[in-house]
Protein backbone atom coordinates (compact mmCIF):
# COMPACT_ATOMS: atom_id res chain seq x y z
CA UNK A 1 0.00 0.00 0.00
CA UNK A 2 1.13 3.39 -0.64
CA UNK A 3 1.36 6.22 1.80
CA UNK A 4 -1.53 8.21 -0.44
CA UNK A 5 -3.72 5.46 -0.32
CA UNK A 6 -3.30 4.93 3.59
CA UNK A 7 -4.13 8.67 3.87
CA UNK A 8 -7.36 8.39 1.58
CA UNK A 9 -8.31 5.29 3.54
CA UNK A 10 -7.90 6.93 6.83
CA UNK A 11 -9.77 10.18 5.92
CA UNK A 12 -12.70 8.83 4.23
CA UNK A 13 -13.04 6.32 7.56
CA UNK A 14 -12.57 9.87 9.22
CA UNK A 15 -15.21 11.51 7.43
CA UNK A 16 -17.61 8.41 7.76
CA UNK A 17 -17.23 8.46 11.26
CA UNK A 18 -18.31 12.66 11.40
CA UNK A 19 -20.98 12.31 8.96
CA UNK A 20 -23.02 9.29 11.48
CA UNK A 21 -23.84 10.68 14.71
CA UNK A 22 -25.02 13.88 12.49
CA UNK A 23 -27.06 11.19 10.45
CA UNK A 24 -28.73 9.41 13.78
CA UNK A 25 -29.44 13.07 15.17
CA UNK A 26 -31.59 13.81 12.27
CA UNK A 27 -33.12 10.72 12.77
CA UNK A 28 -34.31 10.86 16.19
CA UNK A 29 -35.54 14.83 15.29
CA UNK A 30 -36.97 13.89 12.10
CA UNK A 31 -39.06 10.98 14.48
CA UNK A 32 -39.87 13.86 16.91
CA UNK A 33 -41.53 16.24 14.68
CA UNK A 34 -43.47 13.04 12.79
CA UNK A 35 -44.41 12.64 16.43
CA UNK A 36 -45.41 15.76 17.99
CA UNK A 37 -46.67 17.38 14.66
CA UNK A 38 -50.13 15.40 14.88
CA UNK A 39 -51.05 16.93 18.50
CA UNK A 40 -53.73 19.08 16.57
CA UNK A 41 -55.52 15.83 15.40
CA UNK A 42 -55.26 14.41 18.65
CA UNK A 43 -58.94 14.76 18.98
CA UNK A 44 -59.68 12.37 15.87
CA UNK A 45 -57.11 9.99 16.40
CA UNK A 46 -58.27 6.19 16.98
CA UNK A 47 -57.06 4.35 20.22
CA UNK A 48 -54.76 2.44 18.39
CA UNK A 49 -52.98 5.74 16.61
CA UNK A 50 -52.51 7.02 20.15
CA UNK A 51 -51.17 4.04 21.73
CA UNK A 52 -48.65 4.22 18.59
CA UNK A 53 -47.72 7.45 19.03
CA UNK A 54 -46.97 7.36 22.83
CA UNK A 55 -44.80 3.76 21.93
CA UNK A 56 -43.30 6.64 19.53
CA UNK A 57 -43.00 8.98 22.67
CA UNK A 58 -41.53 6.29 25.05
CA UNK A 59 -38.50 5.82 22.49
CA UNK A 60 -38.14 8.99 21.85
CA UNK A 61 -37.58 9.64 25.57
CA UNK A 62 -34.86 7.60 25.80
CA UNK A 63 -32.91 8.54 22.92
CA UNK A 64 -33.41 11.96 23.73
CA UNK A 65 -32.18 11.71 27.26
CA UNK A 66 -28.59 10.93 25.99
CA UNK A 67 -28.04 14.16 24.06
CA UNK A 68 -26.54 17.12 25.26
CA UNK A 69 -28.29 18.86 27.84
CA UNK A 70 -29.41 22.29 26.15
CA UNK A 71 -31.02 19.84 23.81
CA UNK A 72 -32.24 17.31 26.09
CA UNK A 73 -33.78 20.06 28.19
CA UNK A 74 -35.81 21.52 25.40
CA UNK A 75 -36.96 18.62 23.67
CA UNK A 76 -37.47 16.44 26.90
CA UNK A 77 -40.01 19.11 28.14
CA UNK A 78 -41.77 19.34 24.15
CA UNK A 79 -42.37 15.79 23.87
CA UNK A 80 -43.65 15.37 27.80
CA UNK A 81 -46.42 18.15 26.45
CA UNK A 82 -47.02 16.22 23.43
CA UNK A 83 -47.01 12.88 25.01
CA UNK A 84 -49.48 14.01 27.92
CA UNK A 85 -51.71 15.39 25.42
CA UNK A 86 -51.66 11.76 23.47
CA UNK A 87 -52.32 9.98 26.92
CA UNK A 88 -55.50 12.41 27.86
CA UNK A 89 -56.96 11.48 24.95
CA UNK A 90 -56.40 7.86 24.90
CA UNK A 91 -57.64 7.75 28.62
CA UNK A 92 -60.68 10.45 27.33
CA UNK A 93 -61.62 7.68 24.58
CA UNK A 94 -61.24 4.62 26.56
CA UNK A 95 -63.27 6.10 29.11
CA UNK A 96 -66.12 5.70 26.64
CA UNK A 97 -66.66 9.76 27.29
CA UNK A 98 -66.09 10.02 23.89
CA UNK A 99 -68.91 9.80 21.16
Given at each position: ?44 MS ?53
Amino acid sequence: MTANWKKATAAFVLALALVQPAAAEESWRTDFEAACSKTDQAMTMSVKELRDLLAKCEALQKVIEVQEESVRKVYLKRLALCRNLYAYMLEYKQSGQAQ
